[in-house]
């Protein structure tokens, strides 16, 4: 039984998954490496939620009810009685690892450890760990609050028990779980992310522009955001962490990133959060880059 748990990192993807916790009725915690980020967080939850009483699919008070659930914390010591801690910060195994070796030293030994990462082994993170058998992959989706799908990975020692509960508390947050194994990007970004990379090898040998290429597969394949504006949206630092574990993990050169996409991370153009990538967001409509 799940009752309290615990988020660390408030990215898009931490926020989100604190957002659909609290809302579950769930007493959620937050986490990040300053007080500052961890109170944006839960301002930008409450202005949607805001919105959600503004088109009377809440009330005020069930509103003020899920902000009360949010709490903030500001030290490790905290989360010693969750139930479960869900990590959501940035895609690098050793940052990932040095948050797993601060919570597992005051986590209570049956607390769950949950990872969102969108593509490193959840085996090898859990073997980092004090309890290899209470670890697993939750990888939600972006928006986490729109998006339907979470991803569950066991790990090669995830117990039977660790996987049900977590089973369980994916539908209570209203998901829908899919079991993905644990091989680098799982599936969907094992699909998604190697398409990104050819549109952007597409944008690289001049096929096409940003504008044609996303107008084309809207148009063509009927998909509701190009490649080049979902990479943007996803974060092309993220798009080249996931296309980088798929390249060292699976040693096919289908999987190269593509030189561009490197090209624009080390400019720091990294999409919507840095206000620049294969568009700019600098005005009022975003405008293609190249």
């Known amino acids: 039984m799940i009752d309290k748990i615990a988020i660390i990192g408030t990215g898009q993807m931490g926020t989100g998954i604190a957002h659909v916790c609290a809302m579950a009725g769930i007493e959620t915690l937050i986490l990040d490496v ?17 919105r959600r009483v503004a088109r009377d699919k809440m009330t005020e008070a069930e509103r003020q009810a899920v902000l009360d659930r949010l709490v903030l914390i500001d030290d490790y010591p905290a989360l010693a009685d969750c139930d ?46 004090d309890r290899p058998g209470k670890f697993m992959g939750m990888h939600f989706m972006n928006p986490v609050p729109v998006m339907k799908l ?17 089973h369980e508390l994916t539908l209570k947050l209203n998901k829908i779980p899919v ?5 680098p990007a799982f599936i969907v970004n094992r699909v ?3 398409m990104i990379n050819e ?22 394949a009927n998909h509701p ?28 050169t289908k999987y190269r990133p593509c030189p561009l996409l490197v090209k624009y991370v080390e400019a720091g153009w990294l999409g919507r959060k840095s206000g620049r990538g294969f568009y700019d967001y600098s005005g009022d409509v975003p405008v293609p880059t190249r």
């Open 84 to 129: 479960l801690v869900i990590e959501s910060v940035t895609e690098k195994a050793e940052d990932k690892r040095a948050i797993f070796d601060k919570i597992c030293a005051v986590l209570k030994p049956e607390g769950i450890l949950a990872t969102n990462t969108s593509s490193i082994s959840v085996t090898k993170l859990a073997a980092n760990t």
């Open 179 to 183: 079991n993905a194994e644990d091989f």
């Open 225 to 252: 955001m190009g490649p080049l504006e979902l990479a943007d949206f996803i974060g092309l630092d993220i798009c080249l962490a996931v296309m980088q574990v798929l390249y060292e993990g699976l040693a096919d």
């Open 199 to 220: 549109a952007v090898y597409t944008l690289y040998e001049g096929v096409g522009s940003v504008e044609s290429i996303d107008s084309a597969m809207r148009l063509g």
């Open 34 to 50: 300053s007080t500052e980020r961890a109170e944006a967080a839960k301002k930008s939850i409450a202005e949607k939620l805001e």
């Open 150 to 166: 979470v991803e569950l990975i066991r790990g090669l020692a995830t117990d039977e028990e660790t996987y049900t509960v977590i």
């Open 192 to 194: 998604l992310l190697p």
